[in-house]
């Protein structure tokens, strides 16, 4: 790689938005991250990885995101204070992570709102995935073994929780797409002709030998 840069990628549930960014990775060889952040949060931080994913949990099935919006500073909250553990800190030091990451290495981040994050870096290209409700369906039932109405409800909360998830921190619409660089249909394309359009787009925006 000719310089570092990092790519974000948001991704409706079915849209194979995760499969794309392993693939990427995999193809221009460099590191993926999604679930890695939480324990790489957890060490930044020092609070325990469980409570990342109990917090996330509650919040998933409490529905507490769209009780309100708290747009993310750029800030951190001290061990002495009673907020240190509060769901803002914790994603507080996700940000941070991700913000560490895109300064020292090549990367692909799927999910936690990493395009706002990094919104004033000059290195990151933000993608995201989606596709007609039909696909995303036939892609949902060949991960999760669930009857048909009970995976509808399921992608259905899905959604909803990264929808607003991503408007509490960002006070923006997950779906609109001028939040993003680049935005994909991976039904029209496939997985393999996303990356494709991943990388011809990288290599207009940051050089045509980048990924040399």
Known sequence: MKRNIT???????????RTVGEMLANDIGVHYYNNEL???????????????????????NTGFFKKSIDVYQGGLIGP???????????FNYQAKVIKKLAETSSCVIVGRAADFVLKDYNNVLSVFVHAPHDFL???AAKVKSLPHDELIKFMAKEDKYRAEY?????????????????????????FEKCVEAIKAHARVRFGEDIFD
């Open 137 to 139: 369906v036939e892609q």
């Open 38 to 60: 939480i324990k790489l949060a957890s060490e930044e931080s020092g609070i325990s990885e469980s409570l990342f994913l109990e917090t996330d949990e509650k919040c998933r």
């Open 7 to 17: 790519i974000t990628i948001a991704r409706q549930y079915g849209s194979g938005g």
């Open 80 to 90: 002495d204070s009673k907020d240190f553990t509060s769901e803002a800190n914790l």
């Open 166 to 190: 991503y408007e509490h921190h960002t006070g923006q619409k997950w779906t609109d797409a001028m939040n993003y660089d680049l935005c994909l249909d991976s039904s029209k394309l496939g």
